[in-house]
């Protein structure tokens, strides 16, 4: 039986609790099942990363003392060359620690193509990201967050990418570390060939990391941001919300969050659902903020 029939027959007997939900409630520490917590990833603040203003290590007091939130979501590229030093990772677990903030996953980026056509390549990128699960775990990370990158035809990218995802998922499965795959640009972003690749890893350490907002398929090419949300959250292991502008309301404009929330909640997933703004209208502080306080009035009346 295929790992996605399992759920759906799984959702079944429970009354509507699937599998996959359950099991991402457990890993990602959530131990409220009726509704969800909230985390902050570390691409909000990007641009005062980049320019300085802030250091990776500042990051956890942000969460927990600007913001009350107690779990981080990483990005590989604001320590990147630090994923073996085991100093620098012990002062991030102290810092943490000292917060109570729970480290969550490690964002992945630049480290080759996991489903590169060149197969001595594909090797390279799939062992790249062997560090990163190795600070994963000494981080406490359920998960690292990878890219499903290819080339070729459509079918010859579903193969390409479950060969690198697959051999990579059972080098994290011998750490207790999952593989997820964000929707990320290209066919990531279509939510069928994403579901397509997930069954055929058909392993319970890969899944998914559904991301409100990165449904570009090509330049002004979109793939329904709402379709796809259903198609990749039967899989998820950590979900995104990925956020720009609001209006006067407090409302995202480009994403109908209560619609989207639905979505995840009808899946039974009850884990972390992580901040992730990205807008340039408001200040990084203020649109984490504005992001939290929306999230927090969907999960008042969604409880």
Same mark, same amino acid.
């Given at each position: 039986? /295929?790992?996605?029939?399992?759920?759906?027959?799984?959702?079944?007997?429970?009354?509507?609790?699937?599998?996959?939900?359950?099991?991402?409630?457990?890993?990602?520490?959530?131990?409220?099942?009726?509704?969800?917590?909230?985390?902050?990833?570390?691409?909000?603040?990007?641009?005062?990363?980049?320019?300085?203003?802030?250091?990776?290590?500042?990051?956890?007091?942000?969460? /927990?003392?600007?913001?009350?939130?107690?779990?981080?979501?990483?990005?590989?590229?604001?320590?990147?060359?630090?994923?073996?030093?085991?100093? #620098?990772? =012990?002062?991030? =677990?102290?810092?943490?620690?000292?917060?109570?903030?729970?480290?969550?996953?490690?964002?992945?980026?630049?480290?080759?193509?996991?489903?590169?056509?060149?197969?001595?390549?594909?090797?390279?990128?799939?062992?790249?990201?062997? /560090?990163?699960?190795?600070?994963?775990?000494?981080?406490?990370?359920?998960?690292?967050?990878?890219?499903?990158?290819?080339?070729?035809?459509?079918?010859?990218?579903?193969?390409?990418?479950?060969?690198?995802?697959?051999?990579?998922?059972?080098?994290?499965?011998?750490?207790?570390?999952?593989?997820?795959?964000?929707?990320?640009?290209?066919?990531?972003?279509?939510?069928?060939?994403?579901?397509? @690749?997930?069954?055929?890893?058909?392993?319970?350490?890969?899944?998914?990391?559904?991301?409100?907002?990165?449904?570009?398929?090509?330049?002004?090419?979109?793939?329904?941001?709402?379709?796809? +949300? /259903?198609?990749?959250?039967?899989?998820?292991?950590?979900?995104?919300? =990925?956020?720009?502008?609001?209006?006067?309301?407090?409302?995202?404009?480009?994403?109908? #969050?209560?619609?989207? +929330?639905?979505?995840?909640?009808?899946?039974?997933?009850?884990?972390? @659902?992580?901040?992730?703004?990205?807008?340039?209208?408001?200040?990084? +502080?203020?649109?984490?903020?504005?992001?939290?306080?929306?999230?927090? =009035?969907?999960?008042?009346?969604?409880?």
């Amino acid at each position: 039986m /295929k790992r996605r029939d399992f759920i759906k027959q799984s959702a079944t007997i429970t009354g509507g609790i699937t599998l996959t939900g359950l099991g991402s409630t457990i890993i990602s520490g959530c131990s409220t099942p009726e509704t969800f917590k909230i985390s902050l990833a570390e691409w909000s603040l990007h641009r005062s990363l980049q320019s300085g203003d802030i250091d990776h290590l500042d990051f956890y007091s942000i969460a /927990k003392n600007e913001f009350g939130i107690s779990a981080v979501e990483y990005v590989n590229s604001f320590f990147f060359d630090k994923a073996k030093n085991l100093t #620098y990772l =012990k002062e991030m =677990k102290t810092r943490a620690d000292d917060l109570g903030v729970k480290s969550l996953l490690i964002m992945c980026d630049n480290e080759g193509n996991l489903g590169d056509p060149d197969s001595n390549k594909r090797t390279q990128a799939i062992e790249n990201h062997y /560090k990163w699960v190795e600070a994963a775990q000494y981080l406490g990370c359920h998960s690292i967050r990878v890219n499903a990158r290819s080339f070729g035809t459509y079918d010859e990218q579903i193969e390409l990418a479950t060969d690198g995802l697959r051999r990579l998922t059972e080098f994290g499965d011998t750490l207790d570390i999952n593989t997820i795959v964000e929707n990320h640009g290209g066919l990531s972003s279509n939510g069928e060939w994403l579901s397509a @690749v997930m069954e055929k890893v058909d392993h319970p350490r890969v899944g998914t990391l559904p991301d409100f907002g990165n449904f570009r398929l090509e330049g002004d090419e979109w793939y329904d941001r709402y379709k796809g +949300m /259903k198609e990749l959250m039967p899989y998820a292991k950590a979900v995104s919300a =990925k956020s720009h502008e609001f209006d006067k309301n407090g409302n995202e404009t480009g994403t109908d #969050y209560y619609k989207m +929330m639905k979505i995840v909640l009808d899946a039974g997933y009850h884990g972390y @659902v992580g901040i992730e703004y990205e807008g340039t209208v408001h200040s990084e +502080m203020e649109g984490i903020r504005l992001t939290l306080e929306l999230l927090k =009035k969907i999960r008042d009346t969604m409880s």
